[in-house]
């Protein structure tokens, strides 16, 4: 399959609304006591094995370098999403969804840390922006600093959303996109299991399997195996700079679908921060160019 960038982005794109969604079923399943990793465990064999019942053939053809790099991007995945699970049970949606945008930011100094791409001056801005639009986030010019432990957690996930982003950029794409959406699930599968059992046995009985269950499953199919899929797809036919762009609007769509479905009211401080980190994402996208001024001199 070959993708026109526009029809890319477009791809992109839907998988930027499917994350946005996604935060409220994770938030349920949190709030339903479902630790972050048994989460990851359900999410990744449900979306390994709806990629294996749909593109088995291919998969089935897996060489050492496919397994190499869904490997890689695999673990990349399992660490962000897992942070970011823990994260959100400590925040709200709004706030996971807006912080985790971040790795926008982050991805040109990913590039320059290990491809020698020296940041642009803009990307400077860029930062102070982002960080100010956290501040009013957090509502601390007016009750203080009072930074909670999961909008920390969101922001350490945004560096390894970073390092998947640059990633798929420079290495995934030489892989069937169907493979490494297998990788990424059992992947997701694999360490989300043994980090819960190694770490989270003990909560397994305090766990409302009632009210988890069902925001789990659709996790599984939409936000992992549709999203995560659609992801690997696009970037394998566009350029990293206009996919962290598109991929960054699940922010905007996390902080619109929380607010709609009543996990936390529209406030000022809440507008204002959002508005300040889409602003400083904005601009690193935009490419200024310098104006020369050009003088005819007459002897």
Not at 20 to 34: E, N, S
Not at 114 to 121: C, L
């Amino acid at each position: 399959m070959k993708l026109s960038k526009v029809q890319a982005n477009i791809v992109l794109f839907v998988t930027a609304i499917i994350w946005g969604a996604g935060y409220l079923f994770v938030k349920q399943a949190t709030d339903a006591q479902m630790p972050a990793g048994m989460i990851n465990f359900f999410r990744g064999a449900i979306c390994a094995g709806l990629a294996y019942l749909f593109f088995h053939k291919t998969i089935n053809k897996m060489n050492r370098q496919d397994f190499r790099i869904g490997l890689v991007a695999g673990i990349i995945n399992f660490l962000g999403y897992q942070i970011q699970t823990l994260g959100l049970k400590y925040t709200t949606p709004s706030n996971n969804a807006f912080l985790t945008a971040i790795y926008v930011v982050i991805i040109p100094f990913i590039s320059w840390i290990f491809f020698h791409e020296r940041p642009e001056t803009k990307s400077y801005f860029s930062v102070a922006i982002c960080m100010i639009g956290v501040m009013f986030l957090q509502n601390i010019f007016s009750v203080g600093f009072t930074f909670r432990l999961g909008d920390v957690l969101t922001i350490i996930s945004a560096v390894f959303y970073a390092l998947q982003i640059v990633y798929f950029g420079y290495t995934a794409t030489d892989s069937s996109p169907w493979i490494v959406a297998f990788m990424l699930g059992a992947t997701q599968c694999v360490f989300g299991g043994v980090w819960s059992l190694l770490f989270e046995h003990a909560s397994y009985g305090s766990i409302d399997w009632r009210a988890a269950i069902v925001p789990v499953i659709i996790l599984g199919i939409f936000s992992s195996f549709i999203a995560q899929t659609l992801q690997v797809l696009g970037q394998k036919f566009t350029n990293p700079t206009p996919a962290g762009l598109i991929l960054m609007t699940e922010a905007m769509f996390g902080s619109i679908f929380s607010v709609i479905f009543g996990f936390e009211a529209f406030t000022t401080h809440l507008l204002y921060g959002g508005l300040l980190i889409v602003a400083g994402i904005v601009i690193m996208q935009i490419r200024f160019k310098r104006k020369h001024v050009i003088t005819d001199r007459q002897n």
